[in-house]
């Protein structure tokens, strides 16, 4: 998508601004299940989306090549495959690649080519490995020299799924009642003045971290300036896109727990911080003080996910819903309570957190691997 | 179960059960709007999974349950019905009411009874963020929201009149309150909170105050109102420790706009 401004900002607004519905379902026992559920708690937030957008990021959906990148490629034209295709295989040896199966649905209009590459971990021509900062230099290619073609994911055992349309309808479009995996985040977009495009619709996607959001960032251009210097670019005039990259460069790059990245994005308030022990308030300043650039002011509630975890957090003073509940091994979070309601009548527990105050579902063998990690740090 | 549509029995008294399954919110409502046309009064709604606007556009007093959780701004400009949910509410509940009466059975999201101008509200558990935000007061119209449970961020901003009484029964002996910026902007009405609350906790548009006589009595109703709902024993939540909050002066933002 070279001219990728016109299709995300065809009026060149400084924001897109965006009302939504969000909803996610982890088990964090890892067991797949079915997309069902969450299909039918993001439609009954069907009123919260206006049909320019619908989306799913599915986890560990791909486990019998779970250690392959998985590319979902969107292409608006022929000629964007070819030259996709030919990029691809100039840099990497394909393990396989097939177009995404998909559904004949009555409210989507003329879909663009969906088709999915898996590249092995030894698949680089010119590297011994395939790493991730070698996946998204292929991602930024595609998405902003290639016209016509845009990466909708490029994660492991990971994918996103979005369109034009309403979730259901996404959702039938892609077939996602056969695909099983255990973690699902679902979008239904409502954008106010910017047309739907496919790749405009959420989740928005680095490797495997996917962002849904509702609301907007009104520091969008404060953070983009700041994430650009790590090499990022910024094309969307969307919180998505400067969500998912901040969350990719304080916890993959620096190696920081995502409840730091959480604290990062939405900070305690000064007068806060002076009633705080030492060690918190030290902690707080620090990071304001090295990441202040990537505060995000404004009201949005986002769901972030990646391999093994999915986040939800609102702003700091909580102008947009969300609602979190557990019941078993299932987390679920949602911008209605009905939605989570609908799928599991019965929960352990319902609540909503406070503004600022990230809700974190980790998969159990990741909490106790990182125990152990702990363990062996301090023995 | 009761088939999905409503057999209309002119007595006014008989209950009817409509099924919200799979319906829309706009099926529904104009489905409890033809029920009340035709002659019904007391309405049981079954399996609600967040249709909205439940309660709203009836120009008479009807008695309505509810079974499951509502969508947002359930009872909105409500003008007289009575509402009992079973179950948690969403946002905006009780938003801009104008008469009437909702029992929650559980607890309520966001600004529950934003902008209310008269009215009741009573909710068993914990509320959300800026509850009773915007409410108002005119004559002998007094909005009134009575919460069992504590209340998170902004309770009570920009208050012009009305009634918000925090009760905190689920706190633990010696818990305070966790909400911060309580009554910012507040320039009418009250606030009784019954267990502690820091300085810091509240707007710069809020004085605390002892409570009058006057204050007592009316706690004593509402509370014994309160306890009837819920099982409560009125007397022991009335021997807790009550402070009244109240607007420091009549247009706190009054230099703000206007120099």
Redesign the interface.
């Given at each position: 998508m070279k001219n990728i401004e016109q299709w995300n900002n065809p009026y060149n607004e400084d924001k897109v601004i965006a009302a939504c519905g969000l909803f996610g379902i982890m088990d964090t026992s890892g067991r797949a299940f079915s997309g069902q559920d969450v299909v039918k708690g993001i439609t009954?937030?069907?009123?919260r989306s206006n049909g320019l957008g619908g989306g799913f990021a599915a986890y560990g959906i791909y486990p019998d090549c779970s250690d392959h990148y998985a590319f979902h490629v969107m292409y608006l034209t022929p000629r964007a495959r070819e030259e996709t295709e030919a990029f691809f295989t100039t840099s990497f040896r394909l393990a396989s690649s097939q177009e995404l199966p998909t559904r004949k649905t009555k409210n989507i209009v003329d879909p663009p080519l969906m088709v999915r590459y898996f590249i092995p971990p030894d698949g680089a021509r010119n590297m011994d490995f395939v790493d991730d900062d070698c996946v998204t230099r292929t991602v930024m290619h595609i998405n902003y020299c290639i016209e016509g073609a845009f990466v909708f994911s490029s994660g492991k055992n990971m994918g996103v799924f979005k369109g034009v349309g309403y979730p259901e309808d996404i959702a039938n479009f892609f077939r996602l009642d056969e695909y099983c995996g255990y973690m699902w985040v679902a979008h239904g977009r409502f954008p106010t003045n910017t047309p739907g495009w496919w790749g405009g619709a959420h989740p928005f996607n680095i490797l495997d971290w996917t962002v849904v959001h509702n609301g907007e960032i009104s520091s969008y251009g404060i953070n983009r300036r700041f994430l650009e210097m790590y090499g990022y670019r910024c094309t969307m005039q969307t919180d998505t896109e400067v969500v998912a990259y901040a969350v990719d460069l304080l916890v993959r790059k620096h190696h920081l727990p995502i409840e730091v990245a959480a604290r990062v994005m939405a900070p305690p308030f000064w007068?806060e911080m002076q009633?705080q022990s030492d060690k918190e308030r030290a902690l707080n300043m620090a990071l304001r003080q090295t990441y202040g650039s990537l505060l995000m002011n404004g009201p949005f509630t986002v769901i972030v996910a990646h391999q093994g975890e999915m986040m939800g957090l609102g702003d700091r003073?909580?102008l947009r819903?969300l609602?979190a509940a557990t019941k078993d091994d299932l987390v679920f979070l949602s911008s209605?309570?009905?939605?989570i309601?609908?799928v599991c009548p019965e929960l352990d527990r319902?609540w909503?957190p406070?503004?600022g105050e990230p809700v974190i579902a980790r998969l159990k063998e990741k909490r106790e691997q990182e125990a152990m990690a702990a363990v062996r740090s301090t023995a | 179960m009761v088939p999905r549509s409503a057999h209309q029995d002119p007595n006014a008294d008989q209950v009817v059960q409509l099924d919200a399954a799979g319906l829309h919110y706009r099926q529904l409502n104009e489905l409890v709007r033809a029920t009340v046309a035709g002659g019904m009064r007391k309405i049981k709604l079954l399996n609600v999974h967040g249709q909205r606007y439940i309660g709203t556009g009836l120009d008479l007093a009807v008695d309505i349950e509810v079974f499951g959780t509502p969508g947002n701004d359930l009872g909105a400009f409500m003008r007289g019905s009575r509402i009992l949910v079973h179950g948690n509410v969403q946002d905006g509940c009780g938003n801009t009411m104008d008469d009437g009466y909702i029992t929650v059975e559980g607890r309520a999201g966001d600004i529950l009874g934003l902008a209310a101008r008269g009215g009741k509200i009573f909710v068993r558990d914990n509320v959300g963020y800026r509850t009773g935000i915007h409410m108002k007061e005119y004559q002998e119209k007094c909005p009134i929201v009575v919460i069992g449970g504590t209340a998170q961020d902004f309770l009570g901003e920009y208050m012009a009149g009305g009634i918000i009484v925090l009760l905190g029964l689920n706190l633990d002996s010696g818990e305070f309150h966790q909400c911060r910026f309580v009554g910012t902007g507040m320039h009418g009405g009250a606030v009784y909170i019954r267990g502690q609350m820091r300085e810091t906790q509240l707007g710069k548009e809020v004085g605390v105050q002892e409570l009058s006589p006057e204050d007592k009595e009316l706690l004593r109703g509402l509370i014994m109102e309160f306890s009837g709902h819920f099982g409560y024993n009125g007397d022991e939540i009335l021997s807790g420790t009550f402070i009244k909050l109240i607007p420091r002066h009549l247009r706190p933002y009054g230099r703000l706009y206007a120099y």
């Open positions: 009954n937030m069907h009123d007068e009633r003073i909580r819903p609602t209605e309570e009905s939605a309601r609908l319902v909503t406070m503004g | -």
